[in-house]
């Protein structure tokens, strides 16, 4: 009886870990830094497991650090009351302690690939929990300021394998700085009653879930079809990546078009759910009809 208590108390607590860290999402992040890597042409082994694993380390120490600050308030919310801290199955020492580890170890197996990556995880981390984070309950502005270290991956994903910044890693963020605002608006519809219940105000408009902040999300997400076919416009990428990403572009300004005429949040949770596949799609898409030697003119010193 006993052995099976600890094996169901570890297991709890493993749990808890990968709620705190955000696991899948963080996961997802380091998915985005890998199309960055190898669509410049990175494809070192040793890399690219630096890479993954010290992103996956340093975007956990983010989410966790996120959840210690709110923790008063995920317990005012029904999305976030069941994480590890409100639920007591965590307590914040150790929520410290997982951070702390996970920052430091993820930061070192960063430079470990260059300075650059290093500096720029550290930068994505400051700037999610210091600024993002309290900005949260102040100003709409707060979804521009956490679009920036959201917006890092792909660029970092380059810059480790080039070691330098310059126009690839550069539209690479500013391709998934552009979707992030359709997609965190989406999101805060949804969940608006939510986020309103912890004094979080992040939809574009002062009148929250209205014809003003839907339009807004319909302006960027037309705005993302030109931004997405840059890589095909500078001839670094291929006419696959034209078709798709204008199908892809045409297909998410759909979703967004259409909360626009409803303003139903059933048509706001497909387009949060249509951001969420576009964005590893198109990256993907990116690497895949890559021009090899168009690429290597860019990088060249």
Excluded at 31 to 43: E, I, Q
Excluded at 77 to 102: D, H, L, S
Aim: proline share 5%.
């Amino acid at each position: 009886m006993d052995i099976v208590a600890e094996k169901t108390s570890f297991s709890e607590k493993f749990r808890a870990y990968i709620v705190f860290t955000k696991f899948r999402l963080s996961a997802l992040v380091v998915v985005s830094a890998l199309t960055g890597y190898l669509f410049v042409g990175g494809s070192s082994g040793y890399e690219i497991t630096l890479l993954l694993v010290g992103g996956l380390l340093v975007t956990a120490a983010s989410n966790g650090s996120n959840q210690i600050w709110e923790r008063d308030l995920d317990k005012l919310m029904k999305r976030t009351e069941k994480r590890p801290i409100p639920q007591g199955k965590m307590t914040v020492n150790e929520g410290y302690a997982v951070v702390v580890f996970c920052l430091v170890v993820g930061t070192a197996m960063l430079y470990m690939i260059n300075l650059y990556s290093a500096l720029l995880g550290l930068f994505a981390y400051v700037s999610y929990v210091f600024m993002y984070t309290p900005l949260k309950r102040i100003t709409p502005w707060a979804v521009f300021v956490g679009a920036i270290p959201g917006a890092i991956p792909p660029m970092l994903g380059a810059i480790a394998y080039t070691g330098e910044f310059g126009m690839i890693p550069g539209v690479l963020f500013f391709v998934q700085f552009t979707w992030q605002f359709p997609h965190f608006w989406a999101i805060a519809w949804v969940a608006y009653d939510d986020y309103k219940a912890a004094g979080f105000s992040l939809l574009p408009s002062k009148e929250g879930k209205s014809k003003n902040s839907a339009y807004q999300i319909v302006v960027y997400s037309l705005a993302l079809i030109p931004f997405s076919l840059l890589p095909w416009l500078m001839g670094i990428t291929g006419t696959v990546s034209l078709i798709i990403a204008g199908a892809l572009g045409a297909g998410f300004f759909f979703y967004a078009f259409r909360l626009l005429l409803t303003c139903d949040d059933k048509d706001a949770k497909k387009l949060m759910f249509a951001s969420f596949i576009y964005l590893p799609i198109i990256q993907f898409v990116y690497v895949f009809d890559s021009v090899d030697d168009v690429i290597l003119k860019y990088l060249a010193p």
